[in-house]
């Protein structure tokens, strides 16, 4: 597993123990286990990034769905 991975891994893991329901149908970004950036529009959640010097590459970006979320 890469560093990179690892990373990613750390993430999600931090994610799923997370109440999201406020964030139905929104873009996050996630990074060093906390929510930097949030929208509907994925390419503005990537501008809030850039605005905040984070590496666009670094954060993990998902979409959490509307509706029940089950995990």
């Known amino acids: 597993m890469t560093k990179k991975d690892a990373e990613i891994s750390k993430e999600h893991k931090w994610l799923t123990t997370q109440n999201l329901a406020q964030y139905a149908g929104c873009w996050l970004a996630v990074f ?40």
Do not use: C, F, M, W
């Open 32 to 71: 060093h286990q906390s929510i930097v950036a949030q929208g509907k529009d994925l390419n503005k959640v990537v501008k809030q990034i850039k605005a905040k010097k984070i590496p666009d590459d670094a954060p993990l970006y998902v979409r959490v769905p509307e509706g029940l979320i089950t995990v």
